[in-house]
């Protein structure tokens, strides 16, 4: 079965860092872009950072832009999203997603599998 599963997210604070890694099965990632979505309590999901699969380039909201590093790794069927000089704001539900008939990168409909999100909070 086609699953993503994502690992990593907890409690840091702020200015601190965090590394969340999302491992698909059931298909290879090769080929398919990936993204990083988050998700506070009362708002809709929004696109974080992908990577497009046409040419391995990577694109980052403004909010994380300089801060967070999306990467892949294919021979591990695996992505991460590096999180570093987080601020209370980044708090929220991380989830990772791939598709093979993504767009504009940062829309959630684009995307064809979901992990089930973990949790990041950013407290002192």
């Known amino acids: 079965q086609v699953q993503l599963v994502e690992s990593g997210g907890g409690s840091v604070q702020p200015g601190g860092s965090l590394r969340l890694s999302c491992v698909a099965s059931g298909f290879s990632l090769d080929g398919y872009d990936i993204g990083w979505f988050r998700q506070a309590p009362g708002n809709e999901r929004v696109g974080v950072s992908f990577?497009?699969?046409?040419?391995?380039?990577?694109y980052y909201r403004d909010f994380v832009e300089g801060r967070f590093t999306i990467s892949r790794d294919n021979a591990k069927n695996t992505f991460h999203l590096q999180m570093n000089n987080v601020n209370p704001e980044d708090t929220a539900v991380y989830y990772c997603?791939?598709?093979?008939?993504?767009?504009?990168?940062?829309?959630?409909?684009?995307?064809?599998?979901w992990g089930q999100g973990t949790q990041v909070t950013v407290s002192s």
């Open positions: 997603a791939a598709g093979n008939t993504v767009i504009s990168g940062f829309l959630w409909n684009e995307y064809d599998y």
């Open positions: 990577i497009d699969s046409s040419d391995e380039s990577a």
